[in-house]
């Protein structure tokens, strides 16, 4: 059952967003540092597919099942079907989720919203949160759209004062507090602590701004 605070800090991971592609103990070491959900996106040059693809995504789920923590599948719907995980993200040009919600009774669905002409477009009914982003600039997407900044966080809490807002896009513990003031629920990031140096400080700089507040 989704909650909000479970977006309170989103790790977004794929083997290749790893230096080294040791997936399995960055997840480790974020769990215990305390990030409350998590997303397994395998995209990219040299990503895993087919069985080592599922493979790998039993062994992530499971960690994330021993620390409590919500293991989410971006894109895949299928995998996410197959390997019973607790929720789906879909982008604009995914399944559309009418089609597929049949499959997640129960489950968490989130969607990726970055500007308010997607926002008037999508069917929200099912959906737990939305993914709303590229806030600043970021090398995690190539397919990135362009930044629209801490107005954009806060312009879609006032277009939708009640849906539950995780940002994306180029935030790091450093540039976080603005989001959260705007309107944010939480902030999802990729490559700040997939490529830290310090996961248990970078998780808990994180964390610190929702224990201040």
């Not at 974020?30 to 995504?57: H, N, P, S, V, Y």
């Not at 499959?103 to 969607?111: A, M």
């Not at 959906?127 to 806060?154: F, H, M, N, W």
Request: glycine content about 8%; some cysteine; proline content about 3%.
């Amino acid at each position: 059952m989704f909650e909000r605070r479970m977006l309170q800090l989103y790790f977004i991971c794929g083997t290749t967003d790893v230096p080294g592609g040791n997936i399995e103990q960055v997840l480790k070491e974020a769990l215990t540092a305390g990030i409350t959900m998590f997303q397994f996106r395998e995209k990219g040059d040299g990503a895993l597919t087919g069985d080592a693809k599922l493979a790998m995504a039993l062994k992530l789920k499971e960690l994330c099942l021993h620390h409590q923590v919500p293991f989410i599948v971006n894109d895949d719907w299928e995998l996410a079907v197959r390997i019973a995980a607790d929720g789906v993200h879909l982008g604009q040009d995914d399944q559309d989720i009418k089609e597929i919600i049949n499959y997640f009774p129960d489950k968490i669905i989130g969607l990726s919203v970055s500007d308010f002409q997607e926002y008037d477009r999508s069917d929200l009914t099912h959906v737990d949160y939305i993914g709303v982003g590229p806030v600043y600039e970021t090398s995690s997407k190539s397919d990135a759209k362009k930044p629209g900044g801490i107005e954009l966080i806060r312009k879609m809490r006032l277009y939708d004062e009640d849906i539950p807002i995780v940002a994306i896009g180029g935030v790091t513990n450093k540039n976080c507090e603005p989001i959260l003031k705007a309107g944010a629920d939480g902030v999802s990031t990729i490559s700040s602590i997939a490529r830290s140096s310090n996961i248990e400080q970078d998780v808990k700089a994180y964390l610190h701004y929702y224990q201040k507040n």
